[in-house]
């Protein structure tokens, strides 16, 4: 391993702490020195009390639970369908042109406008959370798998046509190995787009997740821990990401994304 792509790999650690303490000290000179009210932007040190005090409160751990079972139920569900579909579609060009126009105009309508759908449908509960995380990370998932199916090259389709191998022998030895980088890419924005569909459904609707919290620490006017929740939102977005991250160098390590970091 040379110095260049040593460098390349220490240089995330290197600069994330560099990064948080330019964010931290800025946010602190915002208070301090510039004189924003910390009414409405408390110090990082008032977070971090807050911070402190909501996860020694066994009672709010449930909300934390809440949220993450929310999104991945809703997660696994997008990567089920998704996959599933966008193999479909991805094989089954005229399927594919017959449901655009109706797929397009789902996808451009606001989901947060589905939210008081949902609420009718599957109540206050974690039902209505759970869709709405399936249905914004399906999109991304689904368009990566069918990009992935319609790149596998021709000629290797066609060697194993001439080879008598069945469609699932097919699929199974040429398409689901080509398009796993793919899915993994639809999954890393998938789980994104999963975490934010959960929040926004608990935020208009519910008693239990992290959104409720913002929801309830907004109308306390509790700044200190409203900004804490977005601390716990963000850790546990990042925490999400990097399992699957992880899981892609696990699955697809030969891939040139993942050889050549």
Avoid at 28 to 36: H, K, L, N, R, T
Avoid at 82 to 102: C, D, I, K, N, S
Wanted: net charge positive; glycine share 10%; hydrophobic share 55%.
């Amino acid at each position: 391993m040379g110095d260049r792509e040593r460098l390349n790999r220490l240089l995330p650690w290197i600069s994330s702490p560099i990064l948080l303490a330019l964010f931290l000290g800025g946010w602190q000179f915002a208070v301090s020195v510039v004189g924003v009210s910390e009414f409405i932007l408390p110090t990082p040190a008032q977070t971090g009390r807050a911070l402190v005090t909501m996860l020694s409160d066994g009672s709010q751990w449930v909300h934390i639970r809440v949220t993450l079972l929310e999104v991945l139920i809703g997660f696994g569900v997008a990567l089920v369908v998704g996959t599933a579909l966008g193999a479909v579609l991805g094989r089954m060009q005229w399927l594919e042109r017959a449901l655009q126009p109706a797929m397009v105009a789902f996808q451009v309508v606001p989901k947060v406008a589905f939210v008081p759908i949902f609420v009718i449908w599957f109540g206050f509960g974690m039902q209505s959370k759970i869709v709405m995380a399936a249905i914004l990370a399906f999109f991304p998932i689904m368009l990566n798998v069918l990009l992935g199916v319609r790149s596998v090259d021709r000629g290797h389709r066609d060697v194993m046509r001439g080879l008598g191998a069945s469609r699932w022998a097919t699929f199974r030895n040429l398409e689901l190995p080509s398009t796993l980088p793919y899915i993994f890419a639809g999954a890393e924005v998938g789980i994104v787009f999963a975490v934010i569909g959960a929040i926004v459904g608990e935020y208009l609707g519910g008693s239990k997740g992290l959104g409720y919290l913002v929801v309830s620490s907004l109308n306390a006017l509790d700044a200190p821990t409203l900004f804490a929740v977005i601390v716990v939102l963000s850790v546990l977005g990042s925490v999400l990401y990097l399992c699957v991250t992880t899981a892609k160098r696990f699955v697809i390590p030969w891939h040139d994304s993942i050889a050549k970091q």
